[in-house]
Structure formats: C-alpha cells, structure tokens
Antibody
C-alpha cells in the first residue's frame, strides 16, 4: 500500500534551517510528483512547492522563493524539504503529499504524510 | 495569484444535507478537489476532478463545479463528517497549487 512517512518533530531557533524528510513506499517513487504543504496551528493549508522525483525539477510558491529547497534521494525513495531563515511564523506542521494527475491541468493530492511539526522558538 | 474563497463555517443537523462552497474566478474552467481534515490528522481526498470519488469514499460525498462556484455536497450527514473541508485547484498560469481557506463543518 502507498505510504508517505514523515519523522518526528523539530525545534529550531530563529534564523536556522530545517530539513524535513518524507519516505515513500508502495509505489514507484519516480512516477509521481511530491508536493509540500504546511499548516500553522488553527490555520488552513498552505501550498509550498513541488518536485518531480524523476528529473529533480522543482517549483515553489512565490512566498517561499529563495527560502525553500525540495530535493530527493531516489535510492531510498525519499523527498526532502528544507526551509531556511526560519522565523516564528514558520511554526507549523509540514506535510508531504503525492500529486496525481487527472488529465490536463488537473492535479490532486491523493496520499499524504502524517505531518512533521516544526517549532521555531528562541 | 488565483484565490479560492470558502465560508468559514457550515452547520447542519444529522441526516440533513451539507453544502460547502468554493468560489473563484471562472472556477468552472478548472478541476476542483476537496479534502476532509479531522483534528490532528492529515487531509484526506474525498472528491477529485470536480465530482469523482476516490475508492473508499462514501457515495454521500459529491461535488459540482460551474461558473464561479464549486460545491461539495454531503448527503445524510453523520456525526463522523464533522471536520474541516478544503477545496484545491492547480493554477496552470503559475504552476502552483492553491487551497481555499477551509470550512469547518459542524454537525449539530
């Protein structure tokens, strides 16, 4: 069965960086894009970016341009999201999600990781 | 960038029909997806491509999309349907994902 597994929680100081991992299984890792979505406590879902695991190509939300980097290790079917210059407003649960096409510009997120809490605090 | 607008809350009695809207400029020309999120859990896809259901999602969940409004309809609402619901599209102009602000469904 398809699984996206994210590990643990992180506490970081303002100005630091965090790298969140997303280990996938149950399907061919290079066949579907991985996206990252975050959610601050009590807030809505916020899309951050995507990566094609086959080519390594990426795209990021304008809000995070220059601060976020999505990478992968195809040998262990794992995607990573690194966010730099952290500030308190970056405190959130970070989710990875598999993006699946449904024709044309139709893309939904059919499987999600369980989320990883990143807390930014001095 | 493309903006999706949802009402913050919708309330419905058990057994009744809940309708959650998602507004966007000419959203009828886009494919809309809906997610259910319960407290402390990751979102779950309940409707994709306007009106299709993933396997395992009850037929009580349906969707429609026309003009400037997409709608998620939940028939015969149950207590277990109480959750936050988010609409989502892919904005091809910017090649970015877009989520609505979310709607909290309360079952009275």
């Amino acid at each position: 069965q398809v699984q996206l597994v994210q590990f643990g929680a992180e506490v970081k100081k303002p100005g630091a960086s965090v790298k969140v991992s997303c280990k996938t299984s149950g399907y061919t890792f290079t066949s579907y894009d991985i996206n990252w979505v975050r959610q601050a406590t009590g807030q809505g879902l916020e899309w951050m970016g995507w990566m094609n695991p086959n080519s390594g190509n990426t795209g990021y939300a304008q809000k995070f341009q220059g601060r976020v980097t999505i990478t992968r290790n195809t040998f262990i079917s794992t995607a990573y999201m690194e966010l730099s210059s952290l500030r308190s407003e970056d405190t959130a649960v970070y989710y990875c999600a598999r993006r699946i096409p449904c024709g044309g510009d139709c893309y939904s997120f059919d499987y999600w990781g369980q989320g990883a809490l990143v807390t930014v605090s001095s | 960038s493309y903006v999706l607008t949802q009402p913050p809350s919708v309330s419905v009695a058990p057994g009744q029909t809940a309708r959650i809207t998602c507004g966007g400029n000419n959203i009828g020309s886009k494919s809309v997806h809906w997610y259910q999120q319960k407290p402390g859990q990751a979102p779950v896809l309940v409707v994709y491509d306007d009106s299709d259901r993933p396997s395992g999602i009850p037929g009580r969940f349906s969707g429609s999309n026309s003009g400037n409004t997409a709608t998620l309809t939940i028939s015969r609402v149950e207590a277990g349907d109480e959750a936050d619901y988010y609409c989502q599209v892919w904005d091809s102009n910017s090649d970015q994902g877009v989520f609505g602000g979310g709607t909290k469904l309360t079952v009275l």
